[in-house]
């Protein structure tokens, strides 16, 4: 096993126990923490993957913004936080089932697909990707209306939803 | 660009182990002596009132909902700052348009009042 590996290993372990602890805790503020560190995981395995931007906007947008989003309206419900119900319901067992055989046919799946075998592309050449990325969002030749399609959308959804928030 | 993370991933294990140390040793070698003063919550030194488990605001919510649409905005702009000494004048003003467009959001907010503190 090398240092990767184990590496991978160790967040893939963190990331599926602080998972498990979203569900199983009681307490929904401790779920959304637990929460927290099942997505720090997941950017930790951007990481891995050589994906680093993906991995910046994991931290940002859903540890920074999303999680505290999640704890602010959990907050918000006094009743919720005091509450520690039953963790499951009449039809856990049947979800457990319907997971266990997603999961397995996904992995069944994928390593049976021409793609298992593909070898990440080379970007080795690429100096910095994210300033690529960058020109490339810009560029009139690129991404440039789809970014500034972007720019519209974002102020329409903060429109929206402070419109359907704010009652005053 | 692997070796690189290696420095976040020594950070985050500095991050972690320096408060535990700080927390642990001196439960070993401090003096305890407790009073019902010294063992109350601290809270920015003012008494605390009630529990800590209360009720938030509606408006910390909308807060969040409004940090949420300019943090994505930064999802976008993180790339466009990195190349920004590449890039021609009219790439500029592309970024330059795109924050314009949320500041109309943020003039929305401002005029109906939402970022007052009530």
Same mark, same amino acid.
């Given at each position: 096993m090398t240092g990767l590996e184990f590496v991978f290993v160790l967040i893939a372990a963190l990331t599926l126990f602080s998972a498990v602890m979203v569900v199983t805790t009681p307490n929904m503020v401790r779920a959304a923490l637990w929460l927290i560190l &099942? !997505?720090?995981?997941? @950017?930790?395995?951007f990481v891995l993957l050589n994906a680093a931007f993906l991995a910046v906007v994991q931290v940002v947008v859903y540890i920074g913004a999303i999680a505290v989003l999640m704890i602010f309206a959990i907050m918000l419900t006094r009743k919720v936080m005091k509450d520690s119900g039953p963790q499951t319901n009449s039809t856990w067992g !049947? @979800? &457990? !089932?319907? &997971?266990a055989a997603l999961f397995g046919g996904l992995t069944f799946a994928l390593t049976r697909s021409p793609a298992a075998t593909l070898m990440a592309p080379d970007f080795s050449t690429v100096s910095d990707p994210v300033a690529e990325l960058g020109r490339a969002l810009v560029s009139p030749q690129a991404y440039v209306i789809p970014f500034e399609v972007a720019s519209v959308l974002l102020l329409a959804a903060m429109i929206g939803a402070i419109y359907v928030a704010w009652k005053k | 660009m692997l070796t690189n993370w290696l420095y976040v991933g020594l950070f985050i294990i500095v991050a972690l182990v320096? *408060? +535990? $140390? =700080? %927390? %642990? $040793? *001196? #439960?070993?070698? +401090? *003096?305890k002596k407790p009073? #019902?003063?010294k063992v109350d919550v601290y809270e920015c030194g003012i008494e =605390? $009132?009630?529990?800590a488990w209360v009720q938030f605001k509606v408006q910390y919510y909308i807060f969040a909902l409004v940090f949420l649409v300019f943090d994505i905005e930064t999802v976008f702009l993180y790339p466009w700052a990195v190349a920004f000494d590449k890039l021609p004048l009219f790439a500029v003003m592309e970024g330059v348009l795109f924050i314009a467009l949320l500041l109309a959001g943020l003039v929305y907010l401002w005029r109906k009042g939402v970022l007052e503190w009530a």
């Open positions: &099942a !997505l720090f995981g997941v @950017a930790g395995t !049947l @979800a &457990a !089932l319907i &997971a | 320096l *408060p +535990a $140390v =700080t %927390i %642990i $040793v *001196p #439960r070993f070698i +401090a *003096p009073n #019902r003063i =605390t $009132v009630g529990e």
